[in-house]
């Protein structure tokens, strides 16, 4: 079964607003998570790397402003994609390691009109 | 990370092997070869990955030549599902670097 989830599976929203997606790992703690995107028919870019207690470390050109990271617990990590537009529209996914691999989150597909 | 090539896209037949191959010529000692896979709007899941040796489990198997400038992932028997995008990566094994980066993958088509 699924070791890492993703809330929710895809978003539509209104350009302007804010959308909030949780990456969680599953019966086990995971200090660090990794936040990825995936534009249609492109590969995986990493965005950042979300920290428990800890600011999130952003990739270069990847805008701490607008993609805010949030790693409150051992279990949870949030993306907020604020003031969205429509070049915000994307895959996002989420992965946490787990004994010594890294697993990924269903992915979040965000729409925004 | 050391960069990997792969072809861009490969068809096999139901019930054949598929065989899907990968450059890396430049992979250092200590990186291991990873094998992950991404169904269609998916995210990408785990498949396999060796150092040196030969590897198999109940998914596939892989295997790297001697001097490990590249691998080959094998699906001994392809079915339907196992239409997908895979992806070759090198890392160091362990430790905390799990930053992978992904590169544009195979496009495996199983045809009926």
């Known amino acids: 079964g699924a070791v890492v989830s993703q809330h929710p599976s895809w978003v539509i929203c209104k350009s302007g607003t804010s959308v909030k997606i949780e990456c969680r790992s599953l019966d086990f703690q995971a200090t660090t998570m990794f936040w990825y995107r995936q534009f249609p028919k492109q590969s995986l870019m990493l965005m950042a790397t979300s920290n428990e207690g800890s600011k999130a470390t952003y990739e270069q050109g990847v805008e701490k402003d607008k993609f805010l990271i949030n790693h409150a617990s051992l279990t949870l990590s949030t993306l907020t994609v604020t003031s969205a537009h429509p070049e915000d529209s994307s895959f996002y996914i989420c992965s946490a390691p787990k004994t010594g691999e890294l697993f990924f989150g269903e992915g979040s597909r965000l729409t925004v009109l | 990370d050391a960069k990997t090539t792969q072809p861009t896209s490969m068809d096999c037949a139901e019930g054949r092997a598929a065989n899907l191959p990968c450059n890396h010529s430049?992979?250092?000692?200590?990186?291991?070869v990873y094998w992950y896979r991404q169904i269609h709007s998916q995210g990408p899941q785990y498949i396999i990955h060796?150092?040196?040796n030969n590897e198999t489990n109940e998914m596939a198997s892989l295997i790297i030549t001697e001097d490990r400038k590249s691998s080959t992932l094998i699906l001994p028997h392809a079915t339907l599902r196992d239409t997908a995008v895979y992806y070759c990566i090198v890392r160091p094994s362990g430790g905390s670097n799990y930053k992978l980066t992904f590169g544009k993958g195979t496009l495996l088509t199983v045809n009926p």
């Open positions: 430049t992979i250092s000692g200590n990186e291991y």
């Open positions: 060796g150092l040196k």
